[in-house]
């Protein structure tokens, strides 16, 4: 059975590989492998201190633990699961036990292996005993972390599908993306490790985590403890046991959430009141039942407040609390993007505001209004409170303005890039249980970032003016300021919206029932995006790019920029204020010229790609006229067929 589902496994990759897929496996695998080397080299290094390279281990394989728990889970299903056998008459264990070899037989897998081979290299300095422990314990590790992505994954999409299930996956998502956006403290704790070591909690924490249990057998053999030896190997394998009961108890149908939310009764669904009659009150009541009901819209509305509220945290370890003011600004910025694909959540749903022409201002007005109903209350508690935590009146007017020009600019961006930027997802109904089963979104939240911190920038900057010129007014303009932006952000980019769902309403939801965005060679405006044609290379240039902008620009570059403008010693940990007084300010500037160049760099890709989708157009328009001029079928004459000229 082991080796049938191997086979099976091999073959079901084999004929799904296509060039996209075989890129970006090639690009993580050799991201991957530069991380398993960089890892052995790690079990190489010497330090002053002897318990420094144990802590550095313990980290790093709670590093790749991590990683493999959050991967596979939010990367969607594996191409072999339980639920593809549901109906053969195999017994569970025996599956599982299939599916875990199935599951070793891959890239990640033989990456993961190679970077515990560290253990066995910082066996080999204590001893030939701690080698001999350190085979088994590596083995362990490995199995471990295989099963725990499985169960996880398995549990979290169960969860998802229910509003508290909602939360739980929502909050555990933004804690990933909070580490991974602040995984370049690396470099500055690397810096502080090699001149103070670990704290001695936070290096008892570290030991005592699963996947440091073999490195803690590796040790104790090396200095004859028996106990300690044994101890934590026994340990991993009632560990492994556990979680291989566990996913094999996982792999039958699941029954932990509803999959259908429960409606009102007919009371509570009857419509009241004068503004229920109104087509935006009836928009606004369905959306709001929406937000109320959808476990998807429950994650929208978790991640940015947890995402906001735990990136705050990490500066309260060094007793800084000068982000505190600024969480209600971030969850509005947060959940501008995380909320961007609103038409996209609701699958083919489109067509019921299709049926009443003239009705598509209500339908995004009552959206807009919707999202603020939601987040207005949420942003401005957090604001209030982040203040009265960090105790600090001059930062009133900077969240204030901040939190402002978030909200109203972040509700005209997340309607324009619904409809402009739609990606498709699956009907609520038929959504799988994984949490990120509703299209890849990655590009229409990066955009969505940027654009609403582009209307919070009018009045940040008035703020800055203010504080630099030394301007009490001037500071205090910032508000009024973000009120005006914020305004005109709602209403024009709002309009915008309306009209081009009224325009290319039935070309969304053709996109939405088939994936495959529509094209008229004789309307240009209708050239598929650029997101949809960009190869797997040009991608990586420009998300990497963005990357670097984002890096450089945001916490390197303007974040230390204030805290040297408030004239606090906070160092946090920001390269600009840990080198001498006289490069502080170049290197505040240099980063903040590496975010502009970064974010250059990503326009510059995207514009040369939007230049062939143009230049693939006309040509495409060129034949079609030259058929029409020889008087013979379009379909005839343009290579590549009717598909070529119609679908992108």
Same mark, same amino acid.
């Given at each position: 059975?082991?080796?049938?589902?191997?086979?099976?496994?091999?073959a079901?990759?084999?004929?799904? @590989?296509?060039?996209?897929?075989?890129?970006?496996?090639?690009?993580?695998?050799?991201?991957?492998? #530069?991380?398993?080397?960089?890892?052995?080299v790690?079990?190489?290094?010497?330090? *002053?201190?002897? /318990?420094?390279?144990?802590?550095?281990?313990?980290?790093?394989?709670?590093?790749?633990?991590?990683?493999?728990?959050?991967?596979?889970?939010?990367?969607?299903?594996?191409?072999?699961?339980?639920?593809?056998?549901?109906?053969?008459?195999?017994?569970r264990?025996?599956?599982?036990?299939?599916?875990?070899? %199935?599951?070793?037989?891959?890239?990640?897998?033989?990456?993961?292996?190679?970077?515990?081979?560290?253990?066995?290299?910082?066996?080999?300095?204590?001893?030939?005993?701690?080698?001999?422990?350190?085979?088994?314990?590596?083995v362990l590790?490995?199995?471990?972390?295989?099963?725990?992505?499985?169960?996880?994954?398995?549990?979290?999409?169960?969860?998802?599908r229910?509003?508290?299930?909602?939360?739980?996956?929502?909050?555990v998502?933004?804690?990933?993306?909070?580490l991974?956006?602040f995984s370049?403290?690396?470099f500055?704790?690397?810096?502080?490790l090699?001149?103070?070591?670990?704290?001695?909690?936070?290096?008892?924490?570290?030991r005592w985590?699963?996947?440091? =249990?073999?490195?803690?057998?590796?040790?104790?053999?090396?200095?004859?403890?028996?106990?300690w030896?044994?101890?934590?190997?026994?340990?991993? #394998?009632?560990?492994?046991?556990?979680?291989?009961?566990? =996913?094999?108890?996982?792999?039958?149908?699941?029954?932990l959430?509803?999959?259908?939310?429960?409606?009102?009764?007919?009371?509570?669904?009857?419509? &009241?009141?004068?503004? %229920?009659?109104?087509?935006?009150? $009836?928009?606004?009541?369905?959306?709001?039942?929406?937000?109320?009901?959808?476990?998807?819209?429950?994650?929208n509305?978790?991640?940015?407040?947890?995402?906001?509220?735990?990136?705050?945290?990490?500066?309260?370890?060094?007793?800084?609390?000068?982000?505190?003011?600024?969480?209600?600004?971030?969850? $509005?910025?947060?959940?501008?993007?995380?909320?961007?694909? @609103?038409y996209?959540?609701?699958?083919?749903?489109? =067509?019921?505001?299709?049926?009443?022409?003239?009705?598509?201002?209500?339908?995004?007005?009552? &959206?807009?209004?919707?999202?603020?109903?939601?987040?207005?209350?949420?942003? #401005?508690?957090?604001?209030?409170?982040?203040?009265?935590?960090?105790?600090?009146?001059?930062?009133?007017?900077?969240?204030?303005?901040?939190?402002?020009a978030?909200?109203?600019?972040?509700?005209?961006?997340?309607?324009?890039?619904?409809? %402009?930027?739609?990606?498709?997802?699956?009907?609520?109904?038929?959504?799988?249980?994984?949490?990120?089963?509703?299209?890849?979104?990655?590009?229409?939240?990066?955009?969505?970032?940027?654009?609403?911190?582009l209307?919070?920038?009018?009045?940040l900057?008035?703020?800055?003016?203010?504080?630099?010129?030394?301007?009490?007014?001037?500071?205090r303009?910032?508000?009024?300021? @973000?009120?005006?932006?914020?305004v005109?952000?709602?209403?024009?980019?709002?309009?915008?919206?309306?009209?081009?769902?009224?325009?290319?309403?039935?070309?969304?939801?053709?996109?939405?029932?088939?994936? /495959?965005? &529509?094209?008229?060679?004789?309307?240009?405006?209708?050239?598929? *995006?650029?997101?949809?044609?960009?190869?797997?290379?040009?991608?990586?240039l420009? =998300?990497?790019?963005?990357?670097?902008?984002?890096?450089?620009?945001f916490?390197?570059?303007?974040?230390?920029?204030?805290?040297?403008l408030?004239?606090?010693?906070? /160092?946090?940990?920001?390269?600009?204020?840990?080198?001498?007084?006289?490069?502080?300010?170049?290197?505040? %500037?240099?980063?903040?010229?590496?975010g502009?160049?970064?974010?250059?760099?990503?326009?510059?890709?995207?514009?040369?790609?939007?230049?062939?989708?143009?230049?693939?157009?006309w040509?495409?328009?060129?034949?079609?006229?030259?058929?029409?001029?020889?008087?013979?079928?379009?379909?005839?004459?343009?290579?590549?067929?009717?598909?070529?000229?119609?679908?992108?």
């Amino acid at each position: 059975m082991v080796g049938v589902l191997i086979r099976m496994r091999l073959a079901v990759l084999r004929n799904t @590989a296509t060039g996209d897929k075989m890129a970006w496996a090639a690009a993580g695998g050799t991201v991957g492998l #530069c991380l398993a080397i960089a890892t052995v080299v790690l079990a190489f290094l010497d330090f *002053s201190q002897p /318990k420094m390279l144990m802590d550095l281990l313990a980290v790093t394989f709670g590093l790749w633990a991590l990683g493999w728990m959050a991967g596979p889970t939010f990367a969607g299903e594996p191409p072999l699961g339980g639920q593809h056998f549901l109906r053969q008459p195999i017994e569970r264990r025996t599956l599982a036990f299939g599916l875990l070899a %199935a599951g070793l037989v891959s890239v990640t897998a033989a990456v993961t292996l190679l970077a515990f081979v560290a253990l066995i290299v910082f066996a080999a300095r204590l001893g030939v005993v701690a080698v001999l422990v350190s085979l088994p314990a590596v083995v362990l590790m490995l199995l471990l972390v295989v099963l725990l992505s499985r169960v996880v994954s398995l549990l979290f999409g169960a969860l998802a599908r229910s509003r508290v299930g909602g939360v739980v996956t929502a909050t555990v998502t933004a804690a990933m993306i909070a580490l991974a956006s602040f995984s370049w403290v690396i470099f500055v704790g690397v810096y502080l490790l090699l001149e103070y070591g670990f704290p001695s909690r936070l290096s008892t924490f570290l030991r005592w985590l699963p996947s440091s =249990w073999g490195l803690l057998s590796v040790e104790a053999a090396g200095r004859g403890d028996i106990g300690w030896t044994v101890g934590p190997l026994l340990g991993l #394998c009632a560990l492994v046991a556990v979680l291989f009961l566990l =996913w094999t108890r996982l792999l039958g149908p699941q029954r932990l959430a509803r999959a259908v939310v429960r409606g009102s009764s007919a009371e509570r669904a009857a419509p &009241r009141g004068r503004a %229920a009659r109104s087509d935006l009150g $009836a928009f606004y009541l369905k959306e709001m039942r929406t937000w109320a009901r959808d476990p998807l819209r429950t994650q929208n509305a978790t991640l940015p407040a947890a995402f906001s509220i735990i990136s705050a945290l990490f500066p309260l370890i060094l007793d800084y609390t000068g982000f505190l003011p600024f969480i209600g600004a971030a969850t $509005a910025l947060m959940a501008a993007s995380t909320c961007a694909n @609103a038409y996209g959540q609701d699958g083919t749903a489109l =067509w019921m505001t299709l049926m009443l022409p003239g009705r598509e201002r209500a339908d995004v007005r009552a &959206r807009q209004l919707a999202w603020l109903t939601v987040f207005t209350p949420l942003t #401005c508690v957090m604001t209030v409170v982040g203040t009265l935590v960090h105790g600090d009146a001059a930062l009133v007017p900077w969240a204030v303005a901040g939190n402002v020009a978030a909200l109203g600019g972040g509700a005209g961006v997340l309607a324009w890039i619904a409809v %402009a930027g739609l990606v498709p997802g699956p009907d609520p109904h038929r959504a799988k249980n994984t949490p990120l089963d509703h299209g890849d979104v990655t590009g229409q939240s990066f955009v969505a970032f940027l654009l609403t911190a582009l209307t919070a920038a009018p009045a940040l900057g008035a703020a800055l003016a203010g504080h630099l010129l030394d301007l009490t007014w001037l500071l205090r303009a910032s508000v009024p300021v @973000a009120l005006v932006t914020a305004v005109a952000g709602y209403v024009l980019l709002g309009d915008l919206a309306a009209r081009r769902l009224r325009d290319r309403g039935p070309e969304l939801l053709q996109l939405m029932r088939t994936g /495959k965005r &529509r094209t008229s060679v004789d309307d240009l405006a209708d050239t598929p *995006s650029a997101f949809q044609t960009m190869p797997p290379r040009s991608q990586f240039l420009m =998300w990497g790019s963005m990357a670097i902008g984002i890096l450089g620009l945001f916490p390197q570059g303007l974040v230390p920029l204030g805290i040297k403008l408030s004239g606090s010693d906070a /160092k946090v940990w920001f390269l600009a204020l840990y080198v001498p007084d006289f490069w502080q300010w170049p290197v505040v %500037a240099g980063m903040i010229l590496i975010g502009l160049a970064g974010f250059g760099g990503m326009l510059g890709v995207y514009l040369s790609e939007t230049r062939k989708v143009k230049e693939r157009a006309w040509k495409a328009l060129r034949i079609r006229e030259a058929a029409e001029r020889a008087g013979a079928p379009e379909a005839e004459q343009a290579p590549g067929g009717p598909d070529r000229l119609t679908h992108a």
